[in-house]
T-cell receptor
């Protein structure tokens, strides 16, 4: 089956720093989503980005489907950005199945 | 809209007990699915449904049953709980099939002793 790999597995930064999280996938996918899992366990949709670039405030994401990777950029990090960031790729014909990466645990220190 | 809701938030079961995890959505979404998240891992698909009366298996379906009698509800049943089913369970929904964004519920933390 498809492999989804995220890097780095852990990232510790000071408040105000910028970061780039990467998601590589091993096969063609229908779509890709980025999620933030906050310290309370809730999954929050960040981006739905099958290709191209999207921006939402301090966050932006780029997916290059032909090269099978996606990047999530976080600028001017805040402590509330802490948590685990997951990318999930959508596979399957007609049915929507998400395959998740292992996540990047981001810790922002004040 | 309440979005995707799940009950209970926490549950402790003894090995061999059965229970049903509830999931409901009020967004008139056709697609619903169940995932489990084990410590330090991403989510894995258990079962999914493309509409009322239609369900199918995901990546890790063993030990779980589902049914979809209405558009709004998609319960997950554990027939005989095992310690390996200790996990956090997430329900998700989306408007349609491939190409639509999925929305997740708050999760149910299940411990089987």
């Amino acid at each position: 089956g498809i492999q989804v790999e995220q890097s780095p597995p852990d990232l510790i930064l000071q408040e105000g720093a910028n970061s780039t999280l990467r998601c590589n996938f091993s096969d063609s996918v229908n779509n890709l989503q980025w999620f933030h899992q906050n310290p309370w366990g809730q999954l929050i949709n960040l981006f739905y980005i099958p290709s191209g670039t999207k921006q939402n405030g301090r966050l932006s994401a780029t997916t290059v489907a032909t090269e099978r990777y996606s990047l999530l950029y976080i600028s001017s990090s805040q402590t509330t950005d802490s948590g685990v960031y997951f990318c999930a790729v959508e596979i399957g014909q007609g049915a929507q199945k998400l395959v998740f990466g292992q996540g990047t645990r981001l810790t922002i220190n004040p | 809209n309440a979005g995707v809701t799940q009950t209970p938030k926490f549950q402790v079961l003894k090995t061999g007990q059965s229970m049903t995890l509830q999931c409901a959505q009020d967004m008139n979404h056709e697609y619903m699915s169940w995932y489990r998240q084990d410590p330090g891992m991403g989510l894995r698909l258990i079962h999914y449904s493309v509409g009322a009366g239609i369900t199918d298996q995901g990546e890790v379906p063993n030990g779980y049953n589902v049914s979809r009698s209405t558009t709004e509800d998609f319960p997950l049943r554990l027939l005989s709980a095992a310690p390996s089913q200790t996990s956090v369970y997430f329900c998700a929904s989306s408007y349609g099939g491939a190409g639509y964004e999925q929305y997740f519920g708050p999760g149910t933390r299940l411990t089987v002793t």
